[in-house]
């Protein structure tokens, strides 16, 4: 039986990754996670700090994917704006809450003022679950589909790990990655088609790379049957033997 | 007299961004390269090789924008689908064109052969002109206010050569980054907020960082006005003091 695919979309917040200040890496961090637990990433986007802007897309993506991940804009700043734009998403009010302001308490235990700007971090959208962030505690929230996790990587990968068992994932897409050196893609382009072609449930990419030693490429299939993404693995390799060269495994996380 | 702000948005098409295989730098390059030239970018996606997820994030941003910029999906193999996709989303034919057929003829005098998987890559659609590929040869091209470029960030960051003299850009946005230590960002974040209501078309950003000997954070300025992103400065400086801290200046590229 065949199960289900299970999709998702990442949703990256902050003014931060579209000036070019900041480099991305939660994308990465989010679908490495995922993959095992049989949840895809199908989208990812990234938008800036202005309110409307992330209302029109945690709508679009929370209505179209199973699941929504977002990251960044929970802080205690004025330029934190995901929480209060996750309740206008779903036209639910928001305010400090009880369980959220407890945990802010005995992380502080008065060491620092719970002031205004850090009781923003216990605003949660009315209906929300909170997600624990063993890092710095301040809490995530999952609203529906959807599930607000802080921007630094460091916090947002001790998230995930709350998250994780809360997903029902679907079909385990595996990839199996195959090397060749000095290989030409225009030279494996029309047998590669031919492999997709030949393999429904696998789909099959190509990447050139470039170092100073050399060039080549990874070949990469993937799928959720393994009989087939090993006949794949086969199929790549005898295509790379094909071009004079001898093909090696890769071993990727996914 | 204030210039006009000229925004944009970058189109990351591929599955292997997606699924986690390979960490994307295109936005950030991009993001560094535009921002002198007086060219934001205000949104990105990134989107699988699915020809109707590319068609409709390109008619979607192309109406929203001043221009897209679009990496990946201009290779040689069966999963690069971007040219036929932006031929669609414009509604225009697409062919082998001559002088893109010309360009592959010189750069592969025979040696391989121009076979159909290479002459993928001379597939334009009607009305675009080309852009330089200083790498590998095989060119990009611009459709109206859509610039496509290759994934392979060399051949990326080669041609974004090409483009740049092509655009026109608006009010440059500079930023003004001061970085304290062992500041709090639950301290600043109300005198951060007046500072923000203060200074009209001045935009400010608190990154906290964290690293094994310590913590603290980056405040961001960010403006087209230079006296006022000074006086930004001025400010944000005034602030960490009064949190006991020496503030540092941050030289960074955007």
Request: proline share 5%.
């Amino acid at each position: 039986m065949t199960q289900r695919e299970v999709k998702a979309a990442v949703l990256l917040i902050g003014d931060e990754l579209l000036s070019g200040r900041t480099q991305d890496v939660n994308l990465q961090t989010i679908a490495k996670f995922l993959a095992p637990l049989g949840v895809q990433i199908a989208e990812a986007r990234v938008v800036s700090d202005v309110s409307d802007e992330i209302v029109g897309a945690v709508n679009e993506l929370r209505r179209k994917y199973d699941y929504v991940f977002t990251t960044g804009g929970i802080g205690p700043t004025h330029d934190d704006k995901t929480a209060d734009a996750i309740a206008a998403a779903f036209g639910v009010g928001i305010d400090v809450r009880d369980d959220a302001r407890a945990i802010l308490e005995a992380h502080y235990k008065g060491a620092q003022p719970l002031n205004e700007a850090r009781l923003r971090m216990a605003r949660i959208p009315d209906g929300a679950l909170l997600v624990a962030n063993p890092v710095s505690k301040a809490p995530g929230f999952q609203m529906e589909n959807v599930f607000v996790m802080a921007g630094v990587p460091s916090i947002m990968r001790g998230m995930l790990q709350d998250v994780g068992p809360r997903l029902e994932g679907g079909a385990v897409v595996r990839a199996l990655t195959i090397r060749g050196k000095g290989v030409r893609e225009g030279d494996i382009a029309a047998g590669l088609a031919a492999l997709e072609a030949a393999a429904p449930g696998v789909s099959f990419g190509s990447y050139p790379w470039f170092t100073p030693d050399g060039f080549g490429l990874h070949l990469v299939a993937r799928s959720a049957d393994s009989a087939a993404l090993q006949k794949a693995g086969e199929d790549m390799k005898a295509m790379i033997r094909a071009c004079g060269a001898e093909p090696e495994d890769v071993t990727e996380a996914s």
